[in-house]
C-alpha cells in the first residue's frame, strides 16, 4: 500500500498516539490504589469477586470487557490486591487494544490520533475516575474503525454487517453519552457515505436476517 505525505505522518502521529495510550495504561496500574477508592470501582469489583459472575448493571453490557476480570481472577483465587488492579487496568488495555487496531490493522490513523486526544483530555479531568463512558468511547471507536474500513470493502457482507450492528450496540449499551460523537459525525458525508456502500452490499441486512 502506498502512502502519500499526508498519510504517512498521520501513520507516525497515530503510533506516538498509541505510545502515548500505553503510558497512560502504565501510570492506571502505578496509581491503582486510588483509582479503586471510588465508590463504583469498589463496589463492582467486590460484586464480581462475591458472584463470581458479571457485575452488569442497568443493562450496559459493553463493560462486560471490564466486569469479566474481578470475577476471572476470583476464579483462579488471586489475592483482591491483583483482583483490584485487573479491573483497573481493563479500561486502558481495552483503549490501548483499540487504537492499536486503528493503527496496525485497520489503518484509521486519524480516528487513532483523535482517540488519543480525547483520553487525554478525558484523564486531565477524571484520571482517578475508571468510568462506563472511557470503555463506550473504545467501543466507538472500534465501531467506526470498522465502519470506514470495511464499508469500502465489497466482500464479507455478512462479518461487515454483523460487525456494523455489534459494535454499534455494544458501545451505546456501554453509555448514553456515547451517542452524541456518532450521531455528530455521523452527518458528515464521508461516514454516511461508508455506511451506505456497507448497508448496499450484496446481501443487505434484510436479507440476511430473512436467510
Not at 505510545?19 to 486510588?34: H, K, Q, S, T, V
Not at 467501543?139 to 474500513?149: A, E, K, S
Not at 458501545?171 to 452524541?180: E, K, M, N, R
Amino acid at each position: 500500500m502506498i502512502l502519500n505525505q499526508e498519510q504517512t505522518n498521520l501513520r507516525q502521529y497515530s503510533k506516538i498516539a498509541f505510545a502515548a495510550l500505553g503510558g497512560l495504561l502504565l501510570l492506571a496500574l502505578l496509581f491503582f490504589r486510588e483509582r479503586m477508592l471510588f465508590a463504583d470501582s469498589a463496589f463492582l469489583t467486590f460484586q464480581g469477586i462475591n458472584t463470581g459472575g458479571l457485575a452488569i448493571n442497568g443493562g450496559r453490557y459493553g463493560m462486560f470487557i471490564a466486569d469479566m476480570m474481578p470475577a476471572l481472577c476470583a476464579r483462579l483465587h488471586l489475592p483482591v490486591s491483583v483482583c483490584m488492579m485487573a479491573y483497573n487496568a481493563s479500561f486502558n488495555s481495552f483503549s490501548l487494544l483499540v487504537c492499536g487496531l486503528l493503527v496496525f490493522r485497520l489503518r484509521q490513523y486519524s480516528l487513532a490520533i483523535l482517540m488519543a486526544l480525547f483520553y487525554f483530555l478525558f484523564t486531565s479531568a477524571s484520571f482517578f475516575l475508571p468510568a462506563e463512558a472511557s470503555v463506550g468511547i473504545s467501543w466507538m471507536f472500534l465501531f467506526l474503525g470498522f465502519t470506514l474500513y470495511y464499508g469500502a470493502k465489497k466482500s464479507n457482507a455478512f462479518f461487515q454487517v454483523a460487525a456494523f450492528f455489534v459494535f454499534g450496540f455494544l458501545a451505546l449499551s456501554s453509555h448514553f453519552i456515547v451517542t452524541i460523537p456518532p450521531c455528530s459525525y455521523g452527518s458528515t458525508s464521508s461516514l454516511k457515505k461508508h455506511i451506505g456502500r456497507l448497508l448496499k452490499t450484496k446481501r443487505s441486512c434484510l436479507v440476511l436476517a430473512w436467510r
